[in-house]
């Protein structure tokens, strides 16, 4: 990428950066820049199979977990981000096409489910490391921990009135976030990390 030599070498030299800050700023320029290249991917591919909505709720239902509980990575960003945005596209897909099926009731206990399988691989597995981010002090690990439990939490306490009636989220935004946190949750367990698609 010679935008991005470009652009780390002007920050180097304007900010006098030691090499590991510079490695810092480079990690995060390219996470953040992939993330926009596979939202972006994920929105076209979307458009055309006409599932936009459900899939922006399953991808950023499983991204704002994923800030806190990590999980698999790919062996490069690209393969990530094409990978990424056809797992979203799928579940959006799959929403699409099953949310007029399932009933309320049904849905309720497929949440039920996904929260409590998802809680139990946070407390087992998360935040699971990435080769690229590795995360070595105990603290930061229980905070994280802490965290993406807390998180999921909210989450269930937002679901459950939504179910009540108390706020207005459509049974299908349901299905579809529910299917982000399930992919989350997965994303995270051990035997995982050994698709083949993954490395």
């Known amino acids: 990428m010679g935008i991005e030599k470009k652009l780390i070498s002007i920050l180097q030299k304007e900010l006098d950066l030691s090499k590991d800050k510079l490695e810092v700023i480079t990690f995060g320029y390219r996470l953040f820049a ?26 950023l239902t499983a991204s704002g977990f994923r800030v806190f509980s990590g999980g698999v990575h790919a062996s490069s960003q690209k393969k990530c981000v094409i990978i990424g945005a056809i797992i979203f596209n799928l579940l959006g897909l799959i929403t699409t ?17 996904v929260f409590l399988i998802t809680l139990t691989t946070f407390i087992l597995y998360a935040p ?13 690990v229980n905070k994280l921990k802490k965290l993406s ?17 108390a706020i207005n989220i459509d049974a299908q935004y349901i299905l579809a976030s529910t299917l ?20």
Not at 130 to 137: D, E, L, N, V
């Open 149 to 165: 439990i807390g998180l999921l939490i909210t989450w269930s306490i937002l679901i459950y009135f939504a179910f009540k009636g």
């Open 34 to 59: 992939y993330s926009v290249i596979g939202y972006m991917l994920i929105v076209v591919l979307s458009l055309a199979l006409e599932t936009l909505k459900p899939t922006l709720t399953a991808a």
């Open 128 to 140: 699971a490391d990435t080769p690229g981010k590795p995360i070595t002090a105990k603290v930061k």
């Open 97 to 113: 096409v099953f949310s007029g099926y399932i009933s309320w009731v049904l849905l309720k206990w497929i949440a039920i489910i």
């Open 180 to 199: 982000g946190l399930a992919w989350q949750g997965v994303s995270l367990w051990p035997i995982t990390y050994k698709w083949i698609i993954f490395k």
